[in-house]
């Protein structure tokens, strides 16, 4: 069987449910209280592809800041694939994703598969947002609203970036 490695990176700010949203990915459950980050925590799952394939998946779970500080790009080393994660009950949600796809396209010279998640949708009334606010990136492959707590859209954004991958 052959065996396929990649790396993913989550980024986002702090505070923004990253690490929630991977824990509710690989463990189906939410931890209620709130850890912050700092440097990177690695995660890997093996997922099958097919019959004779596997994904052997590292996930960059990349502390995120308060500010509009980026982590440091050799972070991004080896990295096929992006989540970029915002909390948007926030009112600068948005903004947050658009300057993150900024500073990929400026610390990268290769194409990045990305999917954003709109997380923590389920504090917010969504009916009116876009989720096709980021498609006109030809790097983003998918716009998800997700909540880590309730675990909407938490397989499917990850998939969705799996199956590009």
């Not at 799952?45 to 960059?60: G, K, R, V």
């Not at 949600?93 to 990305?114: R, S």
């Not at 096709?132 to 938490?154: H, L, M, R, W």
């Amino acid at each position: 069987m052959k065996t396929i490695n990649r790396k993913v990176c989550l980024l986002g700010h702090f505070n923004s449910g990253k690490t929630s949203l991977v824990i509710q990915f690989l463990d189906k459950r939410f931890k209620n209280h709130y850890t912050a980050d700092v440097g990177v925590k690695i995660f890997e799952t093996f997922q099958q592809c097919n019959e004779d394939t596997n994904l052997n998946l590292c996930i960059w779970d990349i502390a995120g800041s308060v500010d509009d500080y980026f982590p440091n790009p050799v972070y991004l080393e080896g990295t096929q694939g992006v989540i970029i994660v915002t909390d948007i009950s926030q009112p600068d949600g948005l903004d947050h994703v658009k300057n993150y796809l900024h500073w990929l396209d400026t610390v990268t010279d290769i194409t990045l598969k990305i999917t954003i998640a709109l997380n923590k949708c389920d504090l917010i009334d969504t009916a009116n947002l876009s989720l096709d606010y980021f498609q006109s990136n030809s790097s983003v492959i998918k716009t998800y609203e997700t909540s880590a707590k309730t675990g909407k859209n938490v397989n499917i954004i990850f998939q969705t970036l799996f199956d590009q991958l």
